[in-house]
């Protein structure tokens, strides 16, 4: 079986276009499951995949999801599971979860594949358009954009990743978005809220140059992370698990010092442990004169 992918919650499993890539497990909240019910159900998973990578969006309101998983990590004492705290925005998990689940059935370690949601959310281009930017504080606002956000009938163009920008629509004209995009072939990924807005879909798509794009259900928890209900989320990835695999099988692997399994990076994604630095067996050169 594949090495299992896991995320926090159901809107954060994207349908897959293609019917070899397999599907993600949910791990409830605290509230929906006992600690001896989800210790269940993480043994049970861990006896069918061997191995499970588990994604979860940083915040507030990942707290208790945050306690819960560590404790069932802790009492089952398993170094299988790699939990993944990642400080994107919730649709941009969910598109990171879909690159792993499609890189599941590669041939991939399941320490290369746990780090490589580090490696691939640099490619993630993350961000929402805005109705007002008055309670957000994932990336800098200025105190002018605070105050335009009081101005009815304003919008914000926000990328959160992976560098922060802000555009103000229709300044930049019509044929340009105003925000940077990826230098390389995406799909975009669009989920709707409480904003009427065809700016992400057409400005911003045509602008980025996508090969298509794709509207998803949006998740549960963007509208806390984006300080706003009044948005439209999106993410443009790499859809293509043969380019997800070249840019993967190029890093230089290593082996953990702690865990000895495979890693791509600076740290293990299973155990946390640091990578050693590189050793030398030349000798230290001497230097003359005074120090």
Request: glycine share 8%; charged share 15%; proline share 9%.
């Amino acid at each position: 079986m594949p090495i299992a992918i896991a995320v926090t919650s159901p809107d954060l499993v994207l349908p897959s276009l293609d019917p070899q890539t397999p599907t993600a497990a949910v791990i409830p909240p605290p509230q929906a499951r006992t600690l001896e019910a989800a210790l269940a159900e993480t043994h049970r998973l861990l006896e069918r995949h061997g191995y499970a990578i588990v994604l979860y969006p940083a915040g507030d309101a990942q707290r208790d999801v945050h306690h819960r998983l560590h404790t069932v990590r802790s009492v089952l004492e398993s170094d299988r599971i790699a939990l993944l705290r990642l400080d994107l925005p919730p649709l941009a998990v969910a598109a990171l979860a879909l690159q792993l689940r499609q890189l599941s059935v590669c041939d991939f370690s399941p320490g290369v594949l746990a780090s490589a949601a580090r490696l691939l959310s640099h490619y993630v281009y993350a961000g929402a358009l805005l109705g007002s930017v008055s309670r957000l504080d994932r990336i800098p606002v200025s105190l002018a954009s605070h105050a335009t956000s009081w101005v009815p009938g304003t919008q914000f163009g926000v990328l959160a990743n992976p560098a922060p920008q802000m555009t103000r629509p229709g300044a930049a004209g019509a044929e340009h978005s105003g925000l940077a995009g990826p230098g390389f072939a995406t799909r975009l990924l669009v989920a709707k809220g409480r904003l009427q807005s065809d700016w992400v879909m057409g400005t911003l798509a045509r602008d980025w140059r996508v090969q298509g794009v794709r509207e998803v259900p949006l998740p549960r928890d963007s509208a806390g992370w984006w300080g706003t209900g009044r948005l439209v989320e999106f993410a443009a990835a790499i859809p293509d698990i043969s380019v997800l695999y070249q840019v993967v099988a190029s890093v230089r692997r290593d082996d953990c010092r702690w865990c000895g399994l495979e890693l791509i990076g600076d740290r293990c994604a299973f155990c946390s442990a640091p990578l050693a630095p590189p050793s030398s067996s030349a000798p230290l050169a001497l230097t003359a004169g005074p120090h």
